[in-house]
């Protein structure tokens, strides 16, 4: 029997382009090398970390925030066992439910480690038995997974990665972070939350530098309110593990420091996952950082081997996956599938939370573009204020000459859904006027950003 399409991972890219390819009626097998479905985004990262960080915000809510409605919640105490165990209960469920939907597609899930033979062949080992699968196309959507640092060798107990960051047994005294971006500061907050006392160490003169200035200057100082220090501009050169710990050497221009603390986590990016799986054997060009280099419609150098998700260019994000998954499929079939890499919103899940989508102010400057900008305070916004999440701001970014908006950035509680109403705005090429004459329901966070689209239209009415 030969398959039309056997994906090689499991993830959200893979998952998503095996349920796409069978709609389209290829017969269609994934072959995924992990006790679940789901991918690293379902077991080890954006599902769990998220299961914590709701866990541990509830928990400093009710330790700083509950006093100012009149709630007296003294004595209150995290059971970190019972936290573990519900974040696992939500990834279990959710498994299953990709379970059910490689079923009800009549999607063949083989189980093991698949190594492509070459363009119509991918051999399956590690499993109930080794099989070779005859396929017409293989796509490969196998991911990426943790990077170190030479000096750290990753241990689980002194020196994490965020695999071991999301599963401790207890709260630790210390932690040092080193990493500032999306996963430092999303683990170092569900950490800090629950007591930890957590040190980030970046090498950039700021935090989570991909968002616009004004807004990680902001969302720095409110972490710092949360009790996370921060080490910006400081490089950590070596590190010695002591009988409490670990202690760093760090540099920060020409000054030097030590910093201890009981347990390190490492999160300086990640790389793609292409060990084993023989790609390059089978003609498969790499780029320069080792990720498998593809066309316009996702196909590789070699006829009939696709790839998508982590293990191309292109941000490190499940949704980016998925959409090159529906995309990928789609051009196999002769449709016109498309990525509009311009607007893939960002968000890191802190307190309150950070998103975006398309240009930063400074990058529309640096494209040639005369910017308009509205920043809209969420102090000014009756929702927040009543919620008492009032901290942070929304940014519209437009083009002068053609009001065409070019970028937004939110930093507020929800931030990742109110991105949304942007990404929508750009994906239909919308203006900051479109945004600011759209009717958004009293009272709503929602208002923030059509408030920010006055601003930026020079119009402002709540400020
Ligand atoms: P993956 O999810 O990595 O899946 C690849 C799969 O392929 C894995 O199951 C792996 O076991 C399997 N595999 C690899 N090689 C083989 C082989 N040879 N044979 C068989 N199987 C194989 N992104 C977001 O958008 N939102 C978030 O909130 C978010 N949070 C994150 C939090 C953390 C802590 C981390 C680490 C990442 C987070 N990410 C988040 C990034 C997100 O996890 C990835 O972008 C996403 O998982 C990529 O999907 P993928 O399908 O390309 O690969
Ligand atoms: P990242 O690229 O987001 O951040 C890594 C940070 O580490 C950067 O700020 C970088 O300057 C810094 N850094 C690199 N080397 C360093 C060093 N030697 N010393 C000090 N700082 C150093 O990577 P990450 O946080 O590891 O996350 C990996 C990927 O997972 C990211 O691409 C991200 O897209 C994805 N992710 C996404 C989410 C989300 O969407 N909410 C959450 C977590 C992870």
């Not at 062949?121 to 170190?148: H, M, N």
């Not at 902001?218 to 921060?230: R, S, W």
């Amino acid at each position: 029997m030969e398959f039309d399409l056997v994906v090689i991972g499991a993830g959200p890219g893979g998952y998503t382009a095996a349920i796409k390819a069978t709609q389209l009626g290829m017969k269609t097998a994934i072959v995924e090398k992990g006790k679940n479905l789901g991918g690293t985004c379902l077991n080890v990262s954006c599902i769990p970390s998220k299961a914590l960080l709701y866990s541990s915000e509830l928990f400093h809510e009710a330790q700083h925030g509950f006093k100012s409605h009149g709630i007296k919640a003294e004595g209150v105490t995290m059971d970190v066992a019972a936290m573990m165990k519900r974040k696992d209960g939500v990834v279990r469920k959710m498994a299953r439910g990709i379970d059910y939907l490689m079923n009800k597609n009549g999607i063949e899930h083989v189980s093991g480690f698949g190594r492509i033979v070459n363009a119509g062949e991918v051999e399956v080992t590690g499993g109930e038995a080794a099989r070779t699968l005859k396929t017409k196309r293989i796509l490969i959507a196998t991911g990426s997974s943790v990077s170190g640092l030479p000096f750290l060798e990753f241990d689980g107990e002194t020196v994490l990665s965020s695999d071991h960051a999301i599963a401790l047994g207890q709260v630790p005294e210390s932690m040092i972070v080193i990493g500032g971006g999306a996963i430092g500061l999303e683990l170092g907050s569900v950490w800090a939350r629950l007591g930890t006392k957590v040190t980030v160490v970046e090498f950039l003169p700021r935090i989570a530098a991909i968002f616009d200035e004004d807004i990680t200057h902001a969302l720095q100082k409110l972490l710092q309110k949360q009790g996370l220090k921060f080490h910006l501009g400081t490089g950590v050169e070596s590190a010695e593990k002591t009988k409490t710990g670990i202690k760093l050497k760090a540099t920060k221009g020409d000054k030097s420091m030590e910093l201890e603390a009981e347990k390190v986590l490492v999160a300086v990016g990640r790389k793609p996952n292409t060990d084993g799986l023989d790609a390059t054997e089978a003609g498969v060009e790499l780029d320069e950082r080792g990720r498998i280099r593809t066309d316009a419609e996702w196909q590789t150098n070699v006829p009939g081997i696709y790839a998508i998700g982590d293990v191309i260019a292109g941000p490190m994000l499940a949704h980016k996956a998925e959409q090159e998954a529906v995309a990928a499929v789609e051009r196999m079939a002769g449709k016109a599938g498309r990525v509009n890499y311009d607007t893939i919103p960002w968000v890191i899940y802190t307190a309150p939370e950070v998103a975006a989508v398309g240009l930063t102010e400074a990058e529309a400057k640096e494209k040639g573009h005369e910017v308009s900008v509205g920043a809209f305070p969420f102090q000014a916004n009756g929702r927040a204020v009543a919620g008492a999440h009032a901290d942070g701001l929304a940014m519209v970014i437009a083009d002068k000459a053609t009001d065409r908006v070019l970028g937004a950035q939110i930093l507020s509680a929800n931030a990742s859904e109110l991105i949304a109403e942007a990404v929508l705005l750009m994906e239909f090429d919308g203006s900051a006027e479109d945004l600011a004459r759209t009717i958004h329901a009293h009272p709503t966070m929602s208002e923030g950003l059509r408030e920010a689209a006055h601003m930026a239209m020079g119009e402002p009415l709540h400020i």
